[in-house]
Each structure stands twice: as structure tokens, then as C-alpha cells.
Antibody, heavy 123, light 111 residues
């Protein structure tokens, strides 16, 4: 069974930083692109960032460009999201998700999701 | 404001069919066949229900179907069941950002 487990969330002051992690098991992690999606309290889903299987291609939402950095360590089956210069509007549950297939056309579909880690930005 | 527009809520009785719309532009829904739908129960992670406009992942009931006409995609759920009550989100590739965007979500209530 494929499992994704996020960690690293917490309470942080505006302007602060965190590194979110997503540990993957039950799949050939290095074969799949991975994505971070967030959901603010009581709000809808927002795509944040996607990284290719090898890490050589990265796609970021405009709202996080220059502040958030997605990366991966295929030797550790782990996905990361470095979040810097945090703002109140970054408060959300952050989900990591696996894309549906190894083919590029399937990067837009996420078929396995973690349970999320909560980031709260407040003074 | 989300780039894709969904109704805030829809409702139906058990056994009935409902349709949720997702309206975009020629830069996203209308221009590409990269539309997907997710179901999310309260406090849970989203679940992929439809991809590529009308394809179902393995294990998804054929009561769920997807379609597209022009700039509007639709999710139809037939034979409504109590467990279908959830939030539903559409998503599409968009040339505006060269990646994906979600709709604002639709709350489905099974009466």
C-alpha cells in the first residue's frame, strides 16, 4: 500500500521559516513526480508546487514563487517543501501527493495523498 | 478568487443524479483535456475521482462520470448515496501559470 506521511508543520511567526517533509513508502518513489497542495482553514484546495521524478523540473504557483522551494531526496524516499518569508495567508494544511502516472501528461492528477501537516502563521 | 468557477452547493435525494459544473476559459478547461475532479470528506484528504475529463481511476464507481463542453466541465453522480455527501473540486491545466488550478469547491448535500 502506498503511504505518504507529512511532518514539519507548526506555529511560526510572520517572516519565519519551516521545512515540511513527506515520507513515502510502498512505491518506487524515484519514478513519480510529486506535488504539494495546501488548504487554508475552511477554504478550497490550492496547488503549490510540483517536482519531476528526478528533481530536474519544478513548477511553482505564483503565490509562492521566490518563497517556497520544493525538493526531493530519492535515496530517502522523501519530498520536502522549504517555506520561507511566511505570511498569515500561508496558514493552511499542507498535503503532499503522488501523481497518477510516470508519464508527463499525468502530472496534473494526484491519486495518493497524505493526511497533511498544519502550518499556522501568527504572532 | 479561484480561476475555475463552481457552484457553492448542490443537493439531491438518494437515488437521484446530480451534476456539478466547473467553468473556466479557453486558457484552461476549454483549451485542454487535463480536467480532473476530487472528492473530499470533512477532515480527510482529497480523493481523485475523475481525470482526463472523463476517465475513472481504478476502484472508482461508475456512478461517477465526467464530461466537458466548451469552457465548462461537469461531474455527474448517478444513484446518489449518503456517502457521496462531500466537497468536490475540479482542477485543470492552465496556460496562465503553465500548470494546474483548482475550482473553489462545491458542497454536495444528500437530502
Amino acid at each position: 500500500e502506498v503511504q505518504l506521511v507529512e511532518s514539519g508543520g507548526g506555529l511560526v511567526q510572520p517572516g519565519g521559516s519551516l521545512r515540511l517533509s513527506c515520507a513515502a513508502s510502498g512505491l518506487t518513489f524515484s519514478s513519480y513526480a510529486m506535488t504539494w497542495v495546501r488548504q487554508a482553514p475552511g477554504k478550497g484546495l490550492e496547488w503549490v508546487s510540483t517536482i519531476s521524478s528526478s528533481g530536474d523540473r519544478i513548477y511553482d504557483a505564483d503565490s509562492v514563487k521566490g518563497r517556497f522551494t520544493i525538493s526531493r531526496d530519492n535515496s530517502k524516499n522523501t519530498l520536502y517543501l522549504q517555506v520561507n518569508s511566511l505570511r498569515a495567508e500561508d496558514t493552511a494544511v499542507y498535503y503532499c501527493a503522488k501523481v497518477l502516472s510516470t508519464m508527463r501528461d499525468y502530472y496534473y492528477y494526484m491519486d495518493v495523498w497524505g493526511t497533511g501537516t498544519t502550518v499556522t502563521v501568527s504572532s | 478568487q479561484s480561476a475555475l468557477t463552481q457552484p457553492a452547493s448542490v443537493s439531491g435525494s438518494p437515488g437521484q443524479s446530480i451534476t456539478i459544473s466547473c467553468t473556466g476559459t479557453s486558457s484552461d478547461v476549454g483549451g485542454y483535456n487535463y480536467v480532473s475532479w476530487y472528492q473530499q470528506h470533512p477532515g480527510k484528504a482529497p480523493k481523485l475521482m475523475i481525470y482526463g475529463v472523463s476517465k475513472r481511476p481504478s476502484g472508482i464507481s461508475d456512478r461517477f462520470s465526467g464530461s466537458k463542453s466548451g469552457n465548462t466541465a461537469s461531474l455527474t453522480i448517478s444513484g446518489l448515496q449518503a456517502e457521496d455527501e462531500a466537497d468536490y473540486y475540479c482542477s485543470s491545466y492552465t496556460s496562465s501559470t503553465s500548470f494546474a488550478v483548482f475550482g473553489g469547491g462545491t458542497k454536495l448535500t444528500v437530502l
